[in-house]
């Protein structure tokens, strides 16, 4: 029997970056382009240009397997993706356009416009892989920690991921698959409501998650604090516009109290956002992943201290831990979106 | 082929209710029994005895059904039932002794001492029916909407049932089946924290949605507005003891300043928990189900007038109504459990 690769593809703002998965979460080979480059310059970027730049990455990669071993799945992390419809719909920080679509159709309805099909082209131009889908980033990296990272521990695939960044994703895997919601839209953690009329959120709501414990929120804090309190910080002498979540764990570190302050306020909010994801789906263990979490102690000691205040008491044996995904974490998610593909044929 | 029948079973701290369910929802035959019932009127009640009168009725039930029918499954909706031990564990409400269990077992292991394991006793006493399952009533709850109410007319089978009574408890349907977590806790909605340091709660944290949304949180509010605000109401002519949510339903019907009130917070606060579950699990529709609900409006009105400010923009689709689940709801309930249960050994 050959051996079982998949392909996971990650689609960045800025790179694509591809890699050829072994079942223990080896990656064999791995391959990446610009996103958003155009074969004109000046140009805008078409997404057949883009698909195009794809199908050339997989069959490099697929040139790349071993003699003994089958490609069976491919799967695709990419912001805004719809699991259900396999597509890229109105992602903000892709500026694709559609050149298959007239005009008057592109004006007049803004979904279709913005809806890059991305599985039904795959499996045309890739007969031969049955396995083939698609979700947004967070819900992968929870798959790649069940797969791949720290799931690989626990005795039930009851899990959940979130990721910390620019802003605040989650995926929720309940019995080893991930909990889609009637729309693919489930998992946005990042959007409860921790602090009714607070700070204003991309989404257009007040006072969400994602406002305060993702890594911009962590910035805002330290600013909101620099500018109404007078406690003194070596954060005040960086440029207010080049201030980072990095900046305030480095000078946590080294004692500086309106840092420490930072993350307080931090681990408060990210514990009723954790407490509020075990209320509702009780995970065995929830994983943090992203920039944030290399502040390490700085992060888990408020957290758990918090935790210990706003989880209810019996879901304590809930785990909060890091992610146990390394460098390769969101090529393993896409390629455990494809090991669950692969599952759900046989089913 | 014969028609396909389920039996459902509530059990309830007063009252086990049973019924004989087709596959429409329609409740053939129906019995009861007092749950907490000794042979020895001054005794303690014991869990041996308390089977002996469930295989009683289930036995009525099964000489109830029709020549062309077959009972496949049966369900139990119980409170603290897990669902993975289909056992009853150290339900508050339950004074059941198990004298199977030596007394030093009983002293040394507080589970094990109230682990009451009704699934395995009920599949030796009726080995010809192969599904049976038990889970919280909740959960019950959830599957009989999703099955024989509002449920039926979703394109998808994704929905959260949030339960209204003297607790606030819910059950999440994702894909068609509940959401149990790793332990069978899941769907907590009722401990998420809404309120920082606020209302202290039964399960020993403060500021739990329960602590507010329920029908005794109604009471609360009431009691608390009473207390502390100087706006007249005929709630204040009531016994303080004998205040009920009812009552609050009863005066702001007839334009009570502060009845009116309460139900604007209770609204305020079932908003940030159904935007809460919306967020996470992104259900087609949330029902709610309960006593309180019968107050319609003046609780539906206040609470979608918040979902609009806490419930994600992108969310919105997702319907808030009232469960289409008639008086036969626990019976319903506990029969769509089996339904599921009959499901997953064909699988």
């Not at 050829?20 to 970027?45: M, Y």
Request: overall charge neutral.
């Amino acid at each position: 029997m050959k051996k079982q690769l998949t392909i996971g593809i990650d689609v960045g703002g800025t790179n694509t970056v591809l890699g050829l998965v072994d079942r223990e979460g080896n990656c064999l080979a791995r391959t990446e382009f610009h996103t958003q480059r155009s074969t004109n310059e000046d140009g805008p970027v078409f997404f057949d240009e883009y698909m195009e730049l794809l199908y050339e990455a997989i069959e490099r990669l697929l040139a790349d397997a071993p003699e003994d071993s089958r490609v069976e799945g491919i799967g695709i992390g990419a912001p805004n993706a719809n699991f259900y419809k396999g597509a890229i719909i109105n992602a903000a920080n892709l500026t694709w356009k559609d050149r298959s679509k007239p005009s008057k159709e592109r004006l007049g309805d803004f979904e279709k416009q913005n809806r890059c099909e991305v599985v039904k082209l795959l499996k045309k131009r890739f007969p031969a892989i049955k396995a083939i889908a698609m979700t947004n980033d967070a819900n992968a990296a929870a798959l790649g920690e069940l797969h791949y990272g720290g799931g690989k521990s626990l005795k039930r695939k009851d899990l959940v991921e979130i990721t910390l960044g620019t802003g605040l994703g989650s995926g929720f895997v309940s019995n080893g698959d991930i909990v889609y919601g009637h729309n693919s839209f489930a998992g946005e953690l990042g959007h409860i409501v921790v602090e009714p009329n607070g700070r204003n959120c991309g989404c257009g709501n007040n006072g969400c998650l994602e406002a305060y414990a993702s890594a911009t929120g962590i910035r805002r804090t330290a600013l909101n604090l620099i500018d109404n309190t007078g406690t003194p910080s070596s954060l005040r002498k960086i440029e207010r516009d080049k201030l980072t979540a990095k900046d305030v764990s480095i000078a946590a570190a080294a004692g500086d109290k309106l840092a420490l302050e930072v993350w307080d306020i931090t681990g408060h909010y990210l514990a009723l956002g954790v407490a509020t994801a075990t209320a509702v789906t009780c995970p065995e263990a929830v994983f943090l992943f992203g920039g944030p979490t290399k502040a390490g102690d700085l992060l888990m000691n408020p957290l758990k201290r918090y935790l210990d205040k706003y989880m209810m008491p019996n879901m304590r044996d809930t785990k909060v831990m890091f992610s146990k995904l390394g460098e390769d974490a969101a090529i393993l998610g896409a390629s455990a979106l494809a090991l669950n593909a692969i599952a759900a044929l046989k089913k």
